[in-house]
């Protein structure tokens, strides 16, 4: 590989950190009203019952599983949570993977800086059209932890 073109592949590596910065950013952004639900309204309440699990008149264990009980709604959310941005991001990382094919593919069959630019343009697509499912993941969070806009 000669310096043009070393230099053209940095270049667009730049270019394609920048952009998986993006979705990071995006997702962040769609997600920080469901954390502070999480972190506040959630929390908030779980620290409310466990406060009330502490009664003289209980049993260590009784105190231990009330405060469990208590912590459900927390865990269940972030659970929840957790499990819908990893199917996002195995989604974009499929998609990745597919551009990152195709473009081994095309290296083999013409020059590099086209397939160099074939690559950026693939994960550029893919990269926002993830970023365009990020409203229907929040949709979907946010009926299944009942919170209303």
Known sequence: MNSIAAAEEQIVTERLRRKLNEVNAAAQSHLSGIQDHINFTLQQAYFKCAYECFDRRRRQEEISSCVEHCSVP??????????????????????????????????????????????????????????????????????????ND
């Open 74 to 147: 927390v865990l269940t959310a972030q659970n929840l949570v957790e499990a819908e941005m990893a199917k996002f991001q195995e989604r974009l990382q499929r998609s990745l993977m597919v551009c990152q094919d195709k473009y081994e593919a095309r290296k083999l069959q013409m020059g590099q800086s086209n397939a160099m630019n074939d690559m950026e343009s693939c994960v550029n697509q893919s990269i926002d059209e993830s970023i365009k499912t990020l409203p229907h993941v929040l949709g979907k969070l946010k009926s299944s932890l009942g919170i």
